[in-house]
């Protein structure tokens, strides 16, 4: 919502025309020099990128006899949680809500 500006006599206040431009063409050059740098720094980045990936495939030991299988790891069984101990004849004399 656009917030109404007042001035001391109750009418409305209009921001300065040219300030409001001098604002936006700053805006404008700070997103162009944004933009500049990484134009330069995107082609380094994927450079960067592929070599890691080249560097990957060429330390992976490569198997003998084929494709080698993915080691499968036991989970330990779930054991359900235990429950409380309680007194004999205690839900006879707690509390009842309606």
Not at 30 to 52: Q, T, W
Not at 69 to 89: K, N, T, Y
Request: glycine share 4%.
């Amino acid at each position: 919502m656009r917030e109404k500006l007042l001035n001391p006599t109750g009418a409305l206040f209009m921001k300065n025309v040219y300030e409001v431009l001098r604002q936006k063409e700053m805006e404008l050059t700070r997103l162009e020099k944004e933009v500049e740098a990484l134009r330069l720094v995107a082609p380094l980045l994927s450079e960067e990128k592929e070599m890691n990936a080249e560097m990957a495939k060429s330390s992976l030991p490569t198997a003998v006899n084929g494709p080698q299988q993915p080691i499968r790891i036991p989970s330990p069984p779930v054991v359900p949680a235990a429950q409380p101990v309680r007194a004999a004849g205690w839900d006879d004399t707690a509390k009842r809500w309606p």
